[in-house]
Nanobody, 119 residues
Framework: QVQLVESGGGLVQPGGSLRLSCAGSGFIFSIYAMSWYRQAPGKERELVAAITSPGGSTNYADSVKGRFTISRDNAKNTMYLQMNSLKPEDTAVYYC????????????WGQGTQVTVSS
């Protein structure tokens, strides 16, 4: 049974940092590309960052380039998103996604973790 469990969200002041984690189980974590998405209230879900495997190539949304860093530890079946210099517009539910073909073009999703950036 595939599971993706996000953690690390919370309330942070503008300019602060958070690190999100996504722990995968029930599939061969190391062979699939992984991504972080986010969805703010009233907006569509958008891609934040993605990372391939095993090469570890990354790409980012323009809005987070230079502030967020995606990484993965295949030995721990875990993906991370280091978020620095957070802005109020980063407030959203952040979702982990695994590009597992048998789950269709959208892959498999975690349950999400809330990130709120506010003073």
């Amino acid at each position: 049974q595939v599971q993706l469990v996000e953690s690390g969200g919370g309330l942070v002041q503008p300019g602060g940092s958070l690190r999100l984690s996504c722990a995968g189980s029930g599939f061969i974590f190391s062979i699939y590309a992984m991504s972080w998405y986010r969805q703010a209230p009233g907006k569509e879900r958008e891609l934040v960052a993605a990372i391939t495997s095993p090469g570890g190539s990354t790409n980012y949304a323009d809005s987070v380039k230079g502030r967020f860093t995606i990484s993965r530890d295949n030995a721990k079946n875990t993906m991370y998103l280091q978020m620095n210099s957070l802005k109020p517009e980063d407030t959203a539910v952040y979702y982990c996604n695994a590009n597992i073909p048998r789950y269709g073009v959208n892959g498999y999703w975690g349950q999400g973790t809330q990130v709120t950036v506010s003073s």
